[in-house]
């Protein structure tokens, strides 16, 4: 069994999935911290991604970073934001060890503040 890395979005000023907000997945490169682009997706009708963001020969041990477009997200949204907003990127610098694991890496976010852990 090999390992995955999800990931999944909850809109914490409405109490909801934030629905359609981007998210991009880059690797770096631990000597240089060069970064290169892995791929770019949108969250669902739950805040989720529809496929996990690495799974099987993808999912390799290394530094990972994923960002969050909350800025152009909570633009589209009822909520109102200051311009220009006080959370625009958030981006998530986080390691995978195990190749074997589940890495879940989800984002609870306002307007004003963000949290993650790692789920299961």
Not at 62 to 72: C, D, I, N, Q, S
Not at 87 to 99: C, H, N
Request: hydrophobic share 40%; with cysteine.
């Amino acid at each position: 069994m090999t390992g995955k890395l999800t990931t999944h979005v909850l809109d914490t000023a409405q109490g909801c999935p934030a629905i359609n907000m981007s998210i991009e997945l880059w690797s770096i490169q631990p000597e240089s911290g060069e970064k290169t682009l892995l791929k770019t997706v949108q969250t669902n009708a739950d805040g989720r991604t529809d496929a996990p963001m690495l799974s099987n020969e993808a999912f390799q041990v290394g530094t990972y970073e994923l960002v969050f477009a909350v800025g152009e997200y909570f633009a589209k949204q009822a909520v109102k934001t200051d311009e220009p907003a006080f959370l625009d990127r958030v981006p998530l610098q986080f390691g995978i060890a195990d190749v074997k694991a589940h890495y879940h890496v989800p984002l609870l976010v306002s307007p004003w503040s963000y949290s993650t852990y790692r789920g299961s």
